[in-house]
């Protein structure tokens, strides 16, 4: 960590030191880099040597057409053919153990694939702020049918979410999220195990705060307490890792992932990775080997489009939250349902609001540090001055948000 902080302080990581031209390329890079991971978002804005871009093209498959559930409809007073319009992206991340690099506890070698990480991304019209919605994999949904290359796959009722992945892939969940959402949807991203290894070993790892140490024998997973930067393995068994570190299991996890996904937003932003090019190409290469896109995302030319659209949103305007969600009163042990208050969720964003405290307190930022959290202003959170105390409506909520991190599995 310390070796890390002093190349970040050295005279080639100041961003004074590149030529406007090199800003720039890191710039686009950046975005393209946070929608094509799950990370998703949005950043610090890039733009780049495009013949040097462009050589990466031929490591991106052909996108997937979708067939829409839900039309979009533009927030009120939002005329069709506005300039700037909100922004919904499908960030996934594949459990598949097939390929090189993906295989991970002997599971899924027969070829099967699950939705192991599913984010909505919202981005606001104005480009001022953007929200990652984690969606459990294990709440009780009713899947609608599909419709994925021209065939039609049966819906199910009271099956498990991350099923819409399974039998009919990220085109399938997609439409699932809108037919229980009512949301258009405009774009997806999947990526795969060996792809986040690769990304995060190409940005000389990711900064975390474990608060207790690991000792899992059975699928040999140990860390030390504290904070510490991860290599890629390291990474994926700490964001996958839900026996010791989670004691609400997979609710848990999610949060664990939104704050190594916060980390990783950051580190991919600061100036240690972006004076640096061998560092970017190296972290677009990673992603863009091992992506899933739809038809709008499938060349560097449509994400350096949408990079540059998005270069406004910076990593201090990112927050990740979860749906609302309560234990299945079928199987309260074990899977979970979205509350009632999922709905006034949705038409937040289908209206293109803030989210408000309801929803964003104890919600993590892209800037934060690893071991705090936001209480859910719109301004980042700001301690007591010397001598002040907080109040008790403060305190409380202080509190509970410290339990609900150290349930996580997360430092406070």
Same mark, same amino acid.
């Given at each position: 960590?310390?070796?890390d902080h002093t190349e970040a302080a050295g005279p080639t990581a100041t961003s004074e030191t590149a030529t406007p031209h090199r800003r720039n390329?890191?710039?686009?890079?950046?975005?393209?880099?946070?929608?094509?991971?799950?990370?998703?978002?949005?950043?610090?804005?890039?733009?780049?040597?495009?013949?040097?871009?462009?050589?990466?093209?031929?490591?991106?498959?052909?996108?997937?057409?979708?067939?829409?559930?839900?039309?979009?409809?533009?927030?009120?007073?939002?005329?069709?053919?506005?300039?700037?319009?909100?922004?919904?992206?499908?960030?996934?991340?594949?459990?598949?153990?097939?390929?090189?690099?993906?295989?991970?506890?002997?599971?899924?070698?027969?070829?099967?694939?699950? @939705?192991?990480?599913?984010?909505?991304?919202?981005?606001?019209?104005?480009?001022?702020?953007?929200?990652?919605?984690?969606?459990?994999?294990?709440?009780?949904?009713?899947?609608?049918?599909?419709?994925?290359?021209?065939?039609?796959?049966?819906?199910? @009722?009271?099956?498990?979410?991350?099923?819409?992945? @399974?039998?009919?892939? #990220?085109?399938?969940?997609?439409?699932?999220?809108?037919?229980?959402?009512?949301?258009?949807?405009?774009?997806?991203?999947?990526?795969?195990?060996?792809?986040?290894?690769d990304m995060v070993d190409a940005v000389d790892g990711v900064e975390v705060c474990i608060p207790t140490e690991v000792d899992d024998d059975e699928h040999d997973i140990h860390f030390d307490a504290g904070t510490q930067v991860l290599?890629?393995?390291?990474?994926?068994?700490?964001?996958?890792?839900?026996?010791?570190?989670?004691?609400?299991?997979?609710?848990?996890?999610?949060?664990?992932?939104?704050?190594?996904?916060?980390?990783?937003?950051?580190?991919?932003? @600061?100036?240690?990775?972006?004076?640096?090019?061998?560092?970017?190409?190296?972290?677009?290469?990673? *992603?863009?080997?091992?992506?899933? *896109?739809?038809?709008?995302? !499938?060349?560097?030319?449509?994400?350096?489009?949408?990079?540059?659209?998005?270069?406004?949103?910076? #990593?201090?305007?990112?927050?990740?939250?979860?749906?609302?969600?309560?234990? !299945?009163?079928?199987?309260?042990?074990?899977?979970?349902?979205?509350?009632?208050?999922?709905?006034?969720?949705?038409?937040?964003?289908?209206?293109?609001?803030?989210?408000?405290?309801?929803?964003?307190?104890?919600?993590?930022? &892209?800037?934060?540090?690893?071991?705090?959290?936001?209480?859910? !202003?719109?301004?980042?959170?700001?301690?007591?001055?010397?001598?002040?105390?907080?109040?008790?409506?403060?305190?409380?909520? &202080?509190? &509970?948000?410290?339990?609900?991190?150290?349930? &996580?599995?997360?430092?406070?």
């Amino acid at each position: 960590m310390n070796d890390d902080h002093t190349e970040a302080a050295g005279p080639t990581a100041t961003s004074e030191t590149a030529t406007p031209h090199r800003r720039n390329t890191h710039r686009r890079a950046v975005w393209m880099t946070i929608v094509a991971t799950h990370l998703v978002l949005v950043l610090a804005t890039v733009g780049g040597v495009v013949f040097t871009l462009n050589s990466l093209n031929g490591n991106i498959e052909d996108g997937a057409s979708v067939e829409h559930k839900v039309e979009e409809v533009l927030p009120d007073g939002v005329a069709q053919d506005a300039k700037k319009k909100p922004l919904n992206i499908l960030v996934m991340g594949s459990d598949s153990r097939v390929g090189d690099g993906n295989g991970i506890d002997g599971e899924n070698e027969d070829g099967s694939e699950r @939705s192991d990480t599913v984010i909505l991304l919202h981005v606001s019209r104005d480009r001022t702020n953007a929200y990652g919605i984690s969606l459990p994999r294990d709440a009780m949904i009713d899947r609608p049918d599909c419709m994925v290359d021209g065939e039609t796959i049966p819906g199910e @009722s009271y099956v498990r979410f991350n099923t819409a992945f @399974s039998v009919g892939g #990220p085109v399938c969940t997609l439409q699932t999220v809108e037919q229980l959402t009512g949301i258009h949807v405009h774009h997806f991203v999947v990526l795969d195990f060996a792809g986040f290894k690769d990304m995060v070993d190409a940005v000389d790892g990711v900064e975390v705060c474990i608060p207790t140490e690991v000792d899992d024998d059975e699928h040999d997973i140990h860390f030390d307490a504290g904070t510490q930067v991860l290599d890629g393995d390291q990474a994926l068994n700490y964001v996958r890792e839900r026996y010791q570190l989670s004691v609400t299991g997979d609710i848990g996890r999610m949060k664990r992932q939104q704050a190594f996904i916060a980390s990783m937003i950051k580190k991919v932003s @600061s100036a240690g990775t972006l004076s640096q090019p061998t560092r970017v190409y190296g972290f677009l290469d990673a *992603v863009t080997n091992s992506i899933k *896109v739809d038809d709008g995302l !499938d060349t560097v030319d449509k994400l350096y489009d949408l990079a540059m659209e998005l270069r406004t949103t910076g #990593p201090s305007s990112i927050r990740f939250i979860t749906v609302p969600i309560l234990p !299945d009163p079928n199987n309260p042990d074990v899977t979970l349902v979205w509350s009632e208050s999922a709905d006034d969720l949705w038409e937040l964003v289908k209206q293109d609001q803030k989210l408000g405290k309801d929803f964003t307190e104890g919600s993590i930022r &892209a800037n934060d540090d690893v071991g705090t959290t936001d209480e859910g !202003d719109d301004e980042p959170t700001e301690s007591p001055s010397d001598g002040e105390t907080l109040s008790p409506e403060a305190t409380e909520r &202080a509190e &509970a948000q410290a339990q609900e991190r150290r349930m &996580a599995g997360l430092c406070v």
